[in-house]
T-cell receptor, first 112, second 114 residues
């Protein structure tokens, strides 16, 4: 699976949009981009995933560049409860489940 | 929580003793995973399973073994616990018969080896 690069930490003001970048320059054509977050030692929580097109759900939006070498997770109106470590992962969709490999993630601090 | 239960939630054990952690799911998911997480590190994959009796190694499998004799249970065993295996262990599941789905994680087991 392709590796990802994320900033170690970011700050965001409460109520503003949080834009978390991820670089995955070695991504293959059949690899999906997934985002998870982990709030203070709880189990990671799924946020969103995509292949080529931009995706949106009730939690966030995922913007994938046309060349698929990078993506951005957008939390449109960050709250204090969004303070967490955010992980960007790329993986192949295969019949053996695949290895979901986590990197170091971005520690997002939402400040009042 | 997608029907995932990890047990025990906390355990303290002595170096050299065997330890088994259990991950139980109630929804017949095919894929199950064991991760460990240490301070300053993200989650690292230990072993995973893609069906009953079908398992494979992850990034940090040395010192660990797994078994999956039935769909609902995925057991992680430390044959002889060492202090370096002090960690928080997370189990995850992914939906059956779906090659492109998200994973759901348990709440974790905090293991301390003294």
């Amino acid at each position: 699976d392709a590796k990802t690069t994320q900033p170690t930490s970011m700050d965001c003001a409460e109520g503003r949009a949080a834009n978390l970048p991820c670089n995955h320059s070695t991504i293959s054509g059949n690899e999906y981009v997934y985002w998870y977050r982990q709030i203070h030692s709880q189990g990671p929580q799924y946020i969103i995933h995509g292949l080529k097109n931009n995706e949106t759900n009730e939690m966030a939006s995922l913007i994938i560049t046309e060349d698929r070498k990078s993506s951005t997770l957008i939390l449109p109106h960050a709250t204090l409860r969004d303070t967490a470590v955010y992980y960007c992962i790329v993986r192949v969709a295969d019949n053996q489940g695949g290895k979901l490999i986590f990197g170091q993630g971005t520690e997002l601090s939402v400040k009042p | 929580d997608a029907g995932i239960t990890q047990s025990p939630r906390h355990k303290v054990t002595e170096t050299g003793t065997p330890v088994t952690l259990r991950c139980h799911q109630t929804e017949n998911h095919r894929y199950m995973y064991w991760y460990r997480q240490d301070p300053g590190h993200g989650l690292r994959l230990i072993h995973y399973s893609y069906g009953v009796k079908d398992t494979d190694k992850g990034e940090v499998s040395d010192g660990y073994s797994v078994s999956r004799s039935k769909t609902e249970d995925f057991l992680l065993t430390l044959e002889s616990a060492t202090s370096s295996q002090t960690s928080v262990y997370f189990c995850a599941i992914r939906l059956r018969d779906a090659s492109n789905t998200e994973a759901f994680f348990g709440q974790g087991t905090r293991l301390t080896v003294v």
